[in-house]
């Protein structure tokens, strides 16, 4: 009796502790948003720098240069970075659309050492092509009910290749890799745009004409014209819930089929999972890529290299934030960070590999979709195996915890956050000098939420917690 009751106690812990690591308790404390307090960032200087050269390199995809990276045993032997150290990293660079640009040095209040963390240093180059490892275990989502809504419609293209998040209406989380080398702004980042799927919608009456016959707008090869957000609406809300006739029920049933599906595919389900949503009868119209200008660019400074410190790029800070020209009308995904308790059993995310996606737009777009389990993780960044390819670059990493509510027993709702950005593949020196190859993600920290959080509100007051 005794010899059952204890095995039944062995058993029971462990599914406890299956289920922690999978995150299947949706009940526990660990699977939560928790509210978090933020060091306070504060502009202290700015002055103006020289016009970009735009004269960057883009890393050779094929080739996939790469740095191999201090891993996680090799940066505890590090000594934990000062708050001086961390000030220079976090003050930043900013381009704005004419080309000019200013350097700004910041403060940081509420300054914690323990979450400060150690830079990912980086040695000498290796070549190796970005990883899908295995079986292929990306999804290609085509279809134009999920591809232009929330989450799939929060990732976007840039003008230069790669993908991002959007995080506001009006905000781009990428990878800084994406617009500067470390040393100078890439060529194609001169005029940097950003690219949003809409549902492509008939011309307008009384539109451009051009000697009595209406313009049919000479396009570049490959691409949509492009058009300011002010056009037209955003077609997504009247294409999803517009499901069949039959009034408000069935358009909030037939949205929250589509939710369901969505969230078996994170859940590990298969593409079969989003086709259970009702289709309309209509006609399905086709997405298309919508281009945004850019208005400014901030870069942190540990990204950048100066004549003084030549090994400053960090992959740890391998991030940056566009502000565009107007607000865009999809729902956006915020910004988080990612409880200490939290295990990232499964982490996201969306963008336009090139292998998989076209990278024109002739209507027949396509988001490429991941998910899977984090191998290992530093302070700063993800290691994990997420299948990727070049043009993925830059899309939001991000995870689903249920929101914290007051009352005990309460479950409270999902929620998706951003708390990475993907960067691409590299070689981790792990223990014993060994070399693993990874497919890495930058993680967002409470000082990097803070400085983003300035980025978007330019009040600290806006930044003291979320």
Known sequence: MELNHFLCLLLCAAVLTVSGVFGEDETSEANRWARQSLPVLLDTHTEPLDTPLFRGQQEDEERGATRTLCGIECQSSLPPMDQTEQERILGYETVYENGTRTHTDVSLQAFNKTSAGT???????????????????????????????YPFSTAVRLSTGCSGVLISRKHVLTAAQCIHDGRDYLGSARKLRVGVLQLKTKSRRGGRRRGGRRMAGRKEEGEEPVREEGEEQNGVDRDVLTVRKGGKGRRRRGRKEGEEGVAELERGGNQRSLSRIQRSAEPRKQPVFRWTRVKQTRIPQGWIQTKTSTNSVSADYDYALLELKRPLKQKYMELGVVPSATPLARIHFSGYDADKSLLVGRGNEKVIYRFCSVANKSDDLMYQRCDAQPGATGAGVYVRLREEVGGEGRKGKWQRRVIGVFTGHQWVEVEGGEQRDFNVAVRITPAKYAQICHWIHGDPSFCKEF
Request: proline share 3%.
């Open 119 to 149: 830079p990912a240093h980086s040695s000498a180059r290796t070549r190796r092509k970005r990883q899908v490892y295995g079986a292929d275990g990306r999804f290609v989502i085509s279809d134009s009910h999920f591809i232009t809504n």
